[in-house]
């Protein structure tokens, strides 16, 4: 049997780093489960789901999954009292590797309770977008989630852009409290009543604060008036451009929802992905199927496939999720980039399409719309910043080796930079979720929220036990203040940290 470049690597990752961490004093209830890496069945946990995916080619030493609340608090006490790096994901696919020792994998947890009355909805961390779609549907009631099924709760914390938000905000927009054990092992609530500096946080950087355990969440009632769907167009110059100037007229409509993608599958011509719905009772079924006869003919491009019609709100997330043909692969080392754009001029339409014909066969150049209701929030409500961005404009790259995905983190850099010629584009202004985590984007990411967070992380986690994502270090003044002198330091070593230094 052939062995991937992937399995091999985990194999030689787990002789040079094999793990340091001695378990014998971590107390954990019988339906808890350790994977400890080099082991057969962590190996299995990562490919039989989409799980842990890795930007830098480093996977965590331990993952475990809890069998209660309490095993979550074990695990962060034991991590604090032996100096180790703690991340947690949910029950998808996450970056939760960018931890150094231990993952808590919440996939198991995922009870939801649904209160038609007050059209809320509590949900346990291991719960999918498909989760909460099919236990909201019975009752006509929706939740702002992403566009694919097959993402965790922690949409909830870094943002969470849907076919809803340009009416009901990102999905984070949406919490009401978050159940959290914080990085001492306490459980405590966070809402706007109850440790509020904590609930600006998690909103916008979760998992640099808590492990949210569950959180209660606004439902919506369903619209049914949706109309459009899913369109792929062969990619072409002409194709690309004619679109973006047929749309840019509907930019300030916030009854509009679309999201695009270039995208090349093995072996095949690239295509351009059109995910378009126009919803609400200002146009008329007739003036709907115009606005898209229309897009057809100004376009005048080759169609691939065509889906556009009156569509229900749990039928357009599923189509969102499966229609766009593009594979998301499960364990994989991914590199993502981000930059934004206040309008889209003829020129750097261009760019972009040339651009993408650089990315190669299966990474792919998407753009997203925001604004509508994204934009009504102030941004200093939450951690998240950026709310006066229009269009998001990213590019996913992929690699089954640590090596390929470090080559195609340079070459997509210089990608990005020679974009940023263009005065329309910043670089200091992205889609937080779409973006490489690492201090060289920390500070853009969270804008004049940063300093603020830095004091509040030096209140709820002033050792840095929670390092997933951003790893917000703790405000230093207040260290001092506090005589927590290892936050000086922002962490003690872990053993990873030592074993690497040698």
């Known amino acids: 049997m052939e062995t991937s470049g992937l399995t091999l690597f985990l194999i030689l990752g787990s002789l040079l780093f094999s793990s340091a961490i001695d378990l014998s004093s971590l107390v954990l209830s019988t339906e808890a489960i350790v994977y400890e890496k080099g082991t057969q069945e962590y190996i299995n946990l990562l490919r039989t789901t989409v799980t842990v995916r890795s930007k830098d080619g480093v996977l965590p030493l331990v993952i475990i999954q809890p069998g209660s609340v309490q095993d979550v608090i074990n695990i962060v006490k034991f991590s604090n009292r032996n100096h180790l790096g703690l991340s947690v994901k949910g029950g998808s696919h996450t970056d939760a590797s960018t931890a150094p020792d231990i993952v808590i994998d919440m996939a198991s947890r995922k009870n939801i309770s649904i209160d038609p009355v007050s059209k809320t909805a509590v949900l346990e961390s291991g719960v999918l977008m498909r989760d ?267 690699s089954d080796t640590s090596f390929g995905i470090l080559e195609k983190k340079r070459f997509f850099d210089g990608l990005i930079q020679s974009l940023l010629y263009f005065p329309q584009l910043s670089v200091n202004t992205f889609y937080v979720n779409h973006n490489e985590y690492s201090p060289q984007y920390r500070d853009n990411s969270f804008g004049e929220n940063l300093p603020r967070l830095k004091k509040i992380k030096a209140k709820w986690d002033p050792k840095r036990i929670l390092r997933t994502g951003f790893n917000i270090p703790p405000d230093t003044s207040v260290c001092r203040k506090r005589k927590i002198y290892s936050c000086l330091l922002y962490t003690s070593p872990s053993p990873r940290d030592r074993q690497k230094s040698r």
């Open 132 to 398: 909460i779609d099919l236990a909201t549907k019975p009752f006509g009631l929706a939740a702002v989630i992403g566009v694919c099924y097959t993402v965790g709760i922690g949409l909830y914390g870094f943002g969470g852009l849907g076919v809803l938000s340009r009416i009901h905000g990102l999905a984070l927009d949406n919490i009401i409290y978050y159940d959290v054990v914080t990085a001492n092992g306490e459980l405590v609530r966070a809402s706007d009543t109850e440790n509020p500096d904590l609930f600006f946080a998690l909103r916008g950087a979760l998992p640099n604060y808590g492990i949210a355990v569950s959180l209660k969440v606004k439902l919506h009632d369903v619209l049914s008036n949706f109309y459009g769907g899913n369109i792929q167009f062969l990619a072409e110059p002409t194709t690309f451009k004619r679109f973006w100037q047929w749309f840019a007229p509907y930019t300030s409509d916030r009854n509009f929802s679309l999201r695009t993608v270039l995208f090349k599958p093995t072996g095949q011509p690239q295509f351009f992905n059109v995910d378009l719905v126009i919803w609400g009772d200002t146009l008329t079924l007739s003036e709907k199927q115009a606005i898209f006869q229309d897009l057809f003919a100004t376009v005048n491009g080759t169609v691939l496939s065509n889906n556009v019609g009156s569509v229900m709100y749990f039928t357009l997330t599923h189509i969102y999720d499966i229609g766009s043909g593009i594979p998301f692969p499960t364990l994989v080392f991914q590199y993502a980039r981000s930059t934004s754009a206040t309008e889209l001029t003829d020129e750097l339409i261009d760019a972009i399409f040339q651009t993408s014909l650089l990315i190669g066969e299966n990474n792919y150049l998407g753009i997203d719309l925001h604004g509508g209701a994204i934009s009504d929030v102030p941004s200093n409500a939450t951690a998240f910043f950026h709310r006066n961005l229009l269009y998001d404009i990213y590019f996913y790259a992929f």
